[in-house]
């Protein structure tokens, strides 16, 4: 399908999802090779959105499962619809009698019934969960199995059995084999160690956080409207607050929705009060948001330029921990200049 890793680059891009060297490279040896790849690094980073992009790519059908803690078979694989057999039941009733009218016991209307069993569990009463959608698919499909590692370990050892043949027996029904064998993309957010036997049949992707660079390009790609300056600061704040000690760093996700917030609030520079009053739509812990706040009253959340963003302590304002280092400042909190210019306020865009 793609000769090589810069028409897989190529292909994503086409999906507005821009990726590195080495998530262009593994995608090519996973459809070469026809393996797995687990994707894994902190929540946010673009693995979900991967899985998605890949399938518009390749064109193929995405099929999702979400795990979560207790995910059983029944839920990821198939289930029997109880309720409509019950009602098929009770229609046929009439045909039911006719069928074991005559019989003298018990035992001989039980065998009787048991010839046509086959008609209460077949494909009529299947209900296919993600796994068997993906298996039994006439189309080439995508499996995508996010957040593995919420799933418990049972589960990820069910998991296995099915990735390596990529065929279920269903009792009633016999084995079932895929037509075509789905693409599967596993994503873990590394809450827990997953097992090594899952990790042996996969190929291995870490997706971190992205760099001052590529962060620009995605929100230039995602939020064209916005304009580059204000971009470029946004980016240095958010990539700023990720060297910050937090119990949550804002994602990729969340870089792009406060872009889109920028738009909507027609902002043409990030001043104080901006970031302020917008500053939720990046931390989502009270704790963080009052921390990133007194490091921006204390100069200490800057951006590259000329200046940090103050809240108006001047020079002598006391810096505050949290900061990040960056080559070049040799001042106290270790942080880059901003680009708002001058020693207090920063200068609008006019």
């Given at each position: 399908?793609?000769?090589?890793?810069?028409?897989?680059?190529?292909?994503?891009?086409?999906?507005?999802?821009?990726?590195?060297?080495?998530?262009?490279?593994?995608?090519?040896?996973?459809?070469?090779?026809?393996?797995?790849?687990?994707?894994?690094?902190?929540?946010?980073?673009?693995?979900?959105?991967?899985?998605?992009?890949?399938?518009?790519?390749?064109?193929?059908?995405?099929?999702?499962?979400?795990?979560?803690?207790?995910?059983?078979?029944?839920?990821?694989?198939?289930?029997?619809?109880?309720?409509?057999?019950?009602?098929?039941?009770?229609?046929?009733?009439?045909?039911?009698?006719?069928?074991?009218?005559?019989?003298?016991?018990?035992?001989?209307?039980?065998?009787?019934?048991?010839q046509e069993e086959d008609v209460f569990f077949s494909d009529r009463f299947l209900?296919?969960?993600?796994?068997?959608?993906?298996?039994?698919?006439?189309?080439?499909?995508?499996?995508?199995?996010?957040?593995?590692?919420?799933?418990?370990?049972?589960?990820?050892?069910?998991?296995?059995?099915?990735?390596?043949?990529?065929?279920?027996?269903?009792?009633?029904?016999?084995?079932?084999?895929?037509?075509?064998?789905?693409?599967?993309?596993?994503?873990?957010?590394?809450?827990?160690?997953?097992?090594?036997?899952?990790?042996?049949?996969?190929?291995?992707?870490?997706?971190?956080?992205?760099?001052?660079?590529?962060?620009?390009?995605?929100?230039?790609?995602?939020?064209?409207?916005?304009?580059?300056?204000?971009?470029?600061?946004?980016?240095?704040?958010?990539?700023?607050?990720?060297?910050?000690?937090?119990?949550?760093?804002?994602?990729?996700?969340?870089?792009?929705?406060?872009?889109?917030?920028?738009?909507?609030?027609?902002?043409?520079?990030?001043?104080?009060?901006?970031?302020?009053?917008?500053?939720?739509?990046?931390?989502?812990?009270?704790?963080?948001?009052?921390?990133?706040?007194?490091?921006?009253?204390?100069?200490?959340?800057?951006?590259?330029?000329?200046?940090?963003?103050?809240?108006?302590?001047?020079?002598?304002?006391?810096?505050?921990?949290?900061?990040?280092?960056?080559?070049?400042?040799?001042?106290?909190?270790?942080?880059?200049?901003?680009?708002?210019?001058?020693?207090?306020?920063?200068?609008?865009?006019?």
């Open positions: 399908m793609f000769k090589d890793t810069k028409e897989v680059t190529s292909a994503l891009n086409q999906q507005q999802y821009i990726a590195s060297d080495e998530i262009s490279t593994v995608l090519f040896l996973a459809e070469k090779l026809g393996k797995p790849v687990l994707a894994e690094g902190p929540a946010g980073v673009g693995k979900t959105e991967l899985g998605k992009a890949w399938a518009k790519a390749t064109d193929r059908k995405l099929i999702r499962l979400q795990c979560y803690e207790g995910l059983d078979e029944s839920k990821a694989l198939y289930e029997w619809e109880y309720a409509k057999q019950m009602l098929y039941t009770q229609l046929l009733r009439d045909k039911l009698q006719d069928l074991l009218g005559g019989t003298n016991s018990l035992g001989e209307a039980a065998d009787r019934l048991a209900l296919p969960r993600p796994l068997l959608q993906a298996i039994t698919s006439p189309v080439p499909a995508l499996l995508l199995i996010d957040e593995i590692d919420r799933a418990d370990a049972e589960f990820e050892a069910f998991l296995l059995e099915i990735l390596s043949d990529f065929q279920v027996s269903v009792p009633e029904l016999g084995t079932l084999t895929a037509t075509h064998h789905p693409m599967v993309i596993l994503t873990s957010n590394n809450t827990r160690e997953l097992s090594e036997a899952l990790k042996r049949r996969c190929l291995y992707l870490f997706i971190d956080y992205p760099n001052n660079e590529e962060e620009l390009r995605i929100v230039r790609m995602r939020v064209p409207e916005l304009e580059v300056k204000l971009a470029q600061q946004a980016v240095e704040v958010v990539q700023s607050l990720r060297q910050m000690d937090l119990k949550k760093h804002p994602s990729v996700a969340e870089t792009i929705d406060w872009a889109k917030a920028l738009v909507m609030l027609n902002a043409d520079s990030l001043d104080q009060k901006t970031l302020e009053t917008t500053l939720t739509v990046l931390l989502k812990h009270e704790a963080d948001a009052q921390r990133a706040k007194r490091a921006l009253g204390g100069g200490n959340l800057g951006t590259r330029g000329g200046g940090s963003i103050r809240g108006g302590g001047g020079e002598d304002s006391p810096r505050r921990s949290g900061g990040y280092n960056s080559g070049g400042s040799s001042r106290p909190g270790g942080l880059p200049p901003s680009p708002f210019g001058g020693a207090g306020r920063p200068n609008r865009r006019g």
